[in-house]
């Protein structure tokens, strides 16, 4: 039995090293990198533990919160109250664009966790590689093939009470000298899921496949070329939250890199990628009686279908030497999105009719960014950061022109926008194991096409029709973060703080007009003018013995809009952690203790949400390896099936109850 390592931290803002070879300095540059990996040894405490974990309890690792609209299907990231285009998230640098207008297929529906090497979290507004953001920033690494190894192949399957929740994984890779390949499949199914009260949450089942298939070939001694394939298929995905589910979601995924390391201290690489998604949804499983009383559009199915498409350069480069570091990147996106709904009458003598919500938008984006790290001595080290990018946006379906410029007279529905972001800080190291750090950012986002041209949507939370408007401002932050750590063989302490102004808050703005009776108020997008949010949070970790490690987190956010006075809505309320590992490799145990307190600022305007209370669940898991090549558990999650919902649950979505898990993963 090996020891337990000293721990890592997760949440904490760490410093990584970016070394060209042995003799040149290290230059601190801030990041989370959460591993994804819960097989790989040693076992630490960044990485989830349990086989049935998903990209949703990565991403809880990372200290992001979820907007969560389904059983666990997939959640969208949420980070220091910034959420959708806010903030930025990325596939191995690529953007993939959701296809649903409202929001049922976020980037991370198409990932699986076995197919991940990592997650790198970014909160100060210094990771603008992969695009404008206001300060989050959260980029997924995907598994790469490895050269000279034996074929292998690994088998996991598990299964849940809740839901009876199925989940099958194979993985197949091996490689030569020069070239590597990769393949892996995972299929995830459940049936209604039941929450902590014992009650049945009915169109609450999915059935997932997800196929990842990758290449390495080495060309040379400095060049690579490898290539990346992802194909994810979704079925039947119950939304009772929402007033329709998914039928279908399909994407494809593919990318080309060509890397070159010119010398031991620069390094290349470029990458061409696609990836569409297809996404259609329904209400044809709902009862009648809820279609004929619902506040949006009664009496009628309405199928919706959206696409996107999107294609896209990333060149990146560094050059290393033993006082500095220059990354430059330049990425360069191009974007097609529609989508149309069907409106069907329950009453067959009306005829069908039509409705475009996105009418063929086309966005083409150009940025450049380029960080410069400086170590001006062994206890201080400075980084700048900037970004440009110039955007195209307009609208290639003539009558949907036609339809939304009635709303906009005389108002141009082409634009080109440029946003403009930099960045600076400083990480001071006071005594051995004590640095001290602080980043100053002017951020700046554009705004999203659904912003810009969505037409007739429905946000079933807030009950409100939102509609587009073209000639949207930017969004333009000015952010300080601070903090601190201590750091010895055994322990690790942080805190960090955070606070963000923001101008031209994008949001569908609160109207006076008198709704026709029985109608959802319509709004439309524009500002709200400034908001203002901070937030802080403190870690510890410490190895208390070979065998017994612990961790505890508490993070808290808030958010006003100042102009409009009222709270920014979606920001989960104060919540805490407590995280205890026992045991090695062989056998280890683990409990997990997960608070929040009641959230008692809720918006009332900009998205009119109820309060949530306070809930408090524990985890336990066992893992047994018997052999180096398999690996069993048994798990229990929400032990005490307390029933709670997160306040970022879209419609009080409630929580899974308990669940009992049990597993293998066998190495052939």
Not at 308 to 317: D, I, K, R
Not at 562 to 567: A, E, G, Q
Request: hydrophobic residues 40%; proline residues 4%.
């Amino acid at each position: 039995m090996s020891p337990l390592p000293t721990i890592v931290f997760l949440y904490v803002v760490t410093g990584v090293a970016a070394i060209a070879q042995d003799t040149l300095k290290t230059i601190t540059v801030r990041t989370v990198v959460v591993e994804a990996d819960p097989y790989s040894k040693p076992w630490r405490m960044d990485r989830p533990l349990s086989a049935s974990s998903s990209v949703d309890d990565l991403m809880r690792l990372g200290g992001l919160s979820l907007i969560q609209r389904a059983n666990g299907f997939a959640g969208e990231a949420s980070m220091l109250g910034l959420r959708g285009g806010q903030m930025n998230t990325s596939i191995d640098g690529m953007k993939i664009h959701a296809a649903c207008v409202d929001k049922m297929d976020p980037s991370t529906a198409y990932i699986e966790l076995d197919n991940l090497s990592s997650m790198d979290v970014s909160s100060d507004a210094t990771d603008l590689r992969y695009g404008q953001n206001l300060g989050g920033s959260v980029n997924f690494s995907l598994k790469q093939p490895t050269l000279a190894t034996s074929l292998s192949s690994i088998v996991s399957m598990s299964t849940e009470s809740n839901a009876a929740l199925r989940r099958f994984r194979v993985d197949l890779s091996g490689g030569t000298e020069t070239l590597g390949l990769r393949a892996g499949y995972t299929m995830r199914s459940a049936d209604n899921m039941r929450a902590g009260d014992g009650q049945y949450i009915s169109l609450s089942g999915f059935t997932k496949h997800n196929v990842q298939v990758g290449g390495l070939w080495k060309l040379s001694d400095r060049d690579a070329l490898s290539a990346t394939f992802i194909a994810d298929v979704a079925s039947d995905v119950g939304y009772p939250a929402l007033i329709m589910d998914t039928r279908k979601a399909d994407a494809l995924i593919g990318a080309i890199t060509w890397r070159s390391a010119w010398s031991p201290s620069i390094n290349t690489s470029a990458k061409l990628y696609a990836n569409s998604v297809t996404h259609t949804m329904d209400d044809y499983d709902r009862p009648l009686s809820q279609i004929a009383s619902r506040a949006f559009m009664p009496n009628m199915h309405m199928p919706m279908l959206g696409t996107t498409h999107v294609f896209g350069l990333l060149a990146e480069g560094s050059i290393a030497s033993s006082d500095n570091l220059i990354r430059t990147v330049i990425d360069v996106t191009y974007l097609d999105a529609r989508a149309t709904m069907s409106m069907i009458p329950l009453d067959t003598s009306v005829s069908t009719m039509q409705m475009t919500n996105i009418g063929d938008a086309r966005v083409a984006t150009a940025g450049v960014s380029a960080s410069w790290e400086h170590s001006i001595d062994c206890d201080l080290s400075v980084r700048v950061g900037t970004r440009v990018d110039v955007s195209s946006r307009t609208l290639a379906d003539a009558s949907f022109r036609s339809v939304l410029g009635g709303y906009y007279p005389g108002m141009s529905l082409d634009r080109t926008a440029v946003a403009l972001s930099v960045n600076v800080g400083a990480f001071y190291t006071v005594a051995e194991g004590v640095q001290l750090w602080t980043v100053v950012a002017r951020s700046e986002r554009m705004p999203t096409h659904l912003e810009m041209y969505g037409f007739w949507l429905y946000d079933p939370q807030a009950n409100i029709v939102t509609i587009g408007r073209p000639d949207l401002a930017n969004e333009k932050a000015l952010s300080l973060d601070i903090g601190s750590t201590f750091r010895t063989d055994d322990m690790k302490l942080s805190v960090s703080g955070s606070m963000r102004h923001i101008d031209n808050y994008i949001a569908p703005v609160p109207s006076t007009d008198v709704p026709t009776q029985g109608q959802p108020p319509t709004r439309y997008m524009g500002s709200i003018g400034g908001a203002d949010l901070m937030g802080f949070n403190a870690n510890a970790t410490v190895s208390i013995t070979p065998w017994c490690s612990m961790q505890a987190s508490v993070l808290g956010t808030w958010g006003t809009g100042i102009t409009i006075n009222d709270p920014l809505p979606l920001i989960a309320p104060m919540q805490g952690m407590v995280r205890a590992v026992v045991g090695d490799p062989m056998l280890q145990g683990e409990i997990i203790v997960t608070a929040a307190v009641a959230q008692s600022r809720a918006s009332r305007l900009i998205l009119p949400e109820d309060n949530t209370a306070s809930w408090a669940r524990a985890d336990v898991l066992l893992a047994w390896m018997p052999l180096s090549q398999l690996r069993i558990q048994f798990a229990c999650t929400n032990l005490f099936d307390t029933f709670y919902h997160e306040h970022t649950s879209i419609n009080n979505m409630p929580s899974r109850g308990r669940s009992l898990n049990v597993g293998f993963r066998a190495v052939l």
